[in-house]
């Protein structure tokens, strides 16, 4: 009858309202039973200007590509506010293809917190990072370089001194490291994404072509990265 169909509105209605961080309880595991999940930031959207409509296209065709791969691993986005335009765009775009929201969703939080603050246990997190794979520049670079002490800098000279747009390089960190030892963090992958800053190195002054292509490919190389540690 109309009150048993009022009923089932209002419960959509109310789950609905609920639209951010709702998988907080799934991801309280223990160190026994971890569920690989990497934790990764709009790559290019924030310093580096890229156009957040095509960026949250590209994020959920590379999220609905690699997710068959990972298998029970999951892929979040994340951002630091509610307010997040990137994290509503991918979590609309996401839910019109039906992906599994248990697989690839968004979480608002600091992503050097995500374990002590939001309760979101990540032991794999991606960072945007610049050509030289330097600490500072602000943005979720300087966030993450500043939480993890010295021993990130040190654990990425092993592996890289430079990256090009497009590309991944990850970073195990030693079980000294407070990322390592305070959130769980085993391991940081830098991306470079591509630019469209004129104030920073290789900017593509708005070409959308190599941008997307650039972009698509920063993806690819950060889910390939994080299956090489799933695996
Ligand atoms: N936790 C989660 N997300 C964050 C955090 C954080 N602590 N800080 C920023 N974000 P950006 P880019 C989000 O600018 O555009 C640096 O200077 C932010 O809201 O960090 O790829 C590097 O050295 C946005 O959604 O990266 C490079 O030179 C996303 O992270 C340059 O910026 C990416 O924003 C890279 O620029």
Redesign the pocket.
């Known amino acids: 009858g109309s009150s048993s169909s009022n009923e089932a509105t209002n419960a959509m209605r109310k789950a609905n309202e609920k639209t951010e961080n709702f998988r907080v309880s799934p991801a309280k595991l223990g160190s026994a039973d971890i569920v690989h999940t990497l934790a990764f ?8 200007q ?1 156009d957040l409509e095509k960026a949250s296209d590209i994020i959920v065709e590379k999220a609905e590509e690699f997710l068959p791969k990972v298998g029970t691993a999951r892929l979040v986005l ?3 506010s509610h307010g ?1 335009k ?1 994290l509503s765009l991918v979590k609309a775009k996401a839910s019109q293809k039906n992906i599994d929201s248990a697989s690839f969703f968004t979480f608002v939080g ?3 917190k995500l374990r002590s603050e939001g309760g979101l246990h990540c032991n794999v997190i991606a960072n ?3 050509w030289r794979l330097k600490p500072g ?7 993450i370089f500043k939480a993890s002490g010295p021993d990130l800098e040190t654990a990425t000279r092993v592996r890289a001194n430079t990256l090009l747009p497009g590309k991944a390089v990850v970073v195990p960190l030693p079980s000294t490291c407070p990322l390592h030892n305070a959130e769980g963090i085993t391991h940081v992958i830098h991306v470079l ?1 591509p630019n469209m800053n004129p104030n ?1 190195p290789d900017n593509l002054n708005n070409d959308y072509t190599k941008g997307c292509k650039t972009l698509r490919e920063a993806y690819t190389s950060l889910f390939e990265g994080f299956l090489s540690v799933v695996q």
């Open positions: 930031p709009s790559i290019s959207t924030a310093d580096f890229f994340v951002d630091l997040s990137i600091d992503i050097t945007a990072t610049n520049g602000g943005g979720v670079n300087a966030a994404g920073r």
